[in-house]
């Protein structure tokens, strides 16, 4: 169940950030999205805390800020799966759009995951 609502929270955020940030768009359907959904997941995942490995000392030098940063290149690389397996997402700039993404999915997640709980 704890996967089940992880992913629906993570599609919530990404739902407002698709919503919000102009430049990350969707389209497609909702076997789609929740493939998206489930590819940010696994950016997250597989791929966050091995970018957080490499710029350590960078997130340390900037205490912590730099992990907005990983976080943007972990959903760009979300997005260009989306690209590649033809489900929807797009991104129509690298930085801003989905740095803007990016912050946005995190704030939604914190939010949700504090009103939901464990």
């Known amino acids: 169940m704890n996967l089940i609502l992880r992913l629906a929270v993570t599609g919530a ?6 919503y919000v940030v ?13 493939l998206v959904t489930a590819l940010v997941l696994g950016a997250n995942a597989i791929v966050k805390p091995i970018l957080n490995f490499f710029s350590l000392p960078l997130i340390l030098l900037t205490l912590g800020l ?8 972990a959903l760009q690389l979300a997005v260009a799966l989306s690209g590649a397996l033809d489900l929807g ?17 995190s704030v939604v ?7 939901l709980g464990d």
Do not use: C, H, Q
């Open 13 to 18: 955020a990404l739902w407002a950030a698709v």
């Open 22 to 34: 102009p430049g990350l768009d969707f389209e497609g359907n909702f076997l789609d999205f929740v």
């Open 66 to 73: 730099f992990l907005l940063v990983t976080n943007a290149i």
């Open 89 to 105: 997402l797009t991104s129509s700039g690298f930085f801003w759009a989905t740095f803007l993404g990016a912050l946005v999915i």
């Open 109 to 115: 997640r914190m939010v949700l995951e504090k009103i």
